[in-house]
């Protein structure tokens, strides 16, 4: 009955933020296929499923802080590179909760955006090894 997640929304209160850190910090790439709304946003395409976001400045995060909290309420973004995202994670300063070692078979790593939405990001577990290069 059900074939999957079509899109994750997330209100964002600055777009010009937003904008900042989805597309110039994460490299997301926008989508050509949101419709010209009344309202200012973006939408992001991952492979058939999407990311939208919508820009209410009244609008409330769920969460209401950018504190990083892993059993918080979030969704997954799967990722091919761990290393990489570290990388530019570190590269802007952005705070980050890592948990390589988890109860889950992949490595997990937290971020909060910029309204204090909360996003993980898992890939494949590297060995001791692979880490250590």
Do not use: C
């Amino acid at each position: 009955m059900y074939e999957g997640v079509h899109h994750v929304s997330l209100v964002v209160t600055d777009l010009k933020k937003a904008l900042y850190f989805y597309e110039g910090i994460l490299g997301f790439s926008a989508s050509e296929e949101r419709p010209q709304f009344a309202f200012p946003g973006v939408w992001y395409d991952f492979g058939g499923t999407q990311l939208h976001l919508i820009t209410n400045p009244k609008g409330k995060v769920l969460r209401g802080t950018d504190e990083l909290d892993s059993r918080d309420g979030h969704f997954a973004v799967r990722v091919k590179d761990i290393p990489r995202l570290l990388k530019k994670l570190d590269h802007h300063h952005i705070p980050y909760l890592n948990k390589p070692e988890n109860k889950t078979p992949w490595h997990q790593v937290y971020v909060s955006d910029p309204d204090g939405n909360l996003i993980e990001f898992n890939g494949e577990r590297q060995s001791v090894s692979e880490r250590d290069l």
